[in-house]
């Protein structure tokens, strides 16, 4: 029998082991190896060749095998001067509620939503200039399991111009949920509030 590390419990051929079957050996290592954990990249708007501009960009089929979904962008713009970010789980387009903390400007600030068509993502930036533009990571935990009867939560953070006519930079904590049921999520719609996204690049990680 193979021996295997006392750690991670690799295996590996002993001396004693006469025959070894080396291809059952090489698929055990390797599926040790890639459940250790760590990120994967699922899915990327720029490699995926989405062009702009565009109402919603909807990600592929999510493989159900990792803890969490990490989804980071950047340089992201839209129509709107006082543009935001939004996101649904499985193209539920009714059904959300989200609460969210900011600084803006100078101003603490709060607010919150419920029975709307999106949960907010995070700010991003007007597309008058490019030097405006938002950037933020967005954590869906345990996405793939239904946990006490309700779908998983969005945890984001964000920030952005918020207005292109008083230079106004805007930092956001989100916390958003799909209030419909209780699904698996198995695909992410990312869309602005007002008009389309201009810009951007969009990046979704499997984790654990």
Not at 35 to 64: C, H, N, R
Not at 151 to 166: D, E, K, V, Y
Not at 168 to 190: E, P, W
Request: glycine share 16%; hydrophobic share 40%; proline share 6%.
């Amino acid at each position: 029998m193979p021996g295997s590390t006392p750690k991670l419990a690799l295996p590996y051929p002993l001396p004693a082991d006469a025959v070894t079957d080396y291809p059952a050996l090489g698929q055990s290592l390797a599926q040790k190896i890639e459940g250790l954990g760590g990120a994967v990249k699922l899915w990327d708007s720029t490699e995926a060749g989405v062009v702009f501009p565009v109402s919603s960009i909807i990600t592929p089929a999510i493989p159900q095998t990792y803890k969490h979904l990490l989804l980071a962008y950047g340089n992201a713009a839209s129509d709107s001067t006082s543009g935001q970010l939004a996101l649904r789980f499985n193209a539920f387009a009714t059904n959300y509620r989200y609460q969210y903390l900011q600084g803006a400007y100078q101003t603490p600030g709060a607010g919150e939503g419920y029975s709307l068509g999106y949960m907010l993502l995070g700010p991003c930036g007007p597309s008058t200039s490019g030097a405006y533009g938002g950037a933020g990571l967005a954590l869906i935990g345990d996405y793939a399991n239904v946990v006490g009867g309700a779908t998983p939560n969005l945890l984001a953070i964000g920030s952005g111009f918020f207005s292109a006519a008083s230079q106004q930079y805007n930092v956001q904590l989100l916390g958003g949920m799909y209030a419909g049921g209780a699904y698996a999520v198995t695909s992410l719609t990312i869309l602005a509030t007002a008009g389309n996204i201009r810009r951007g690049r969009f990046t979704l990680w499997g984790i654990g």
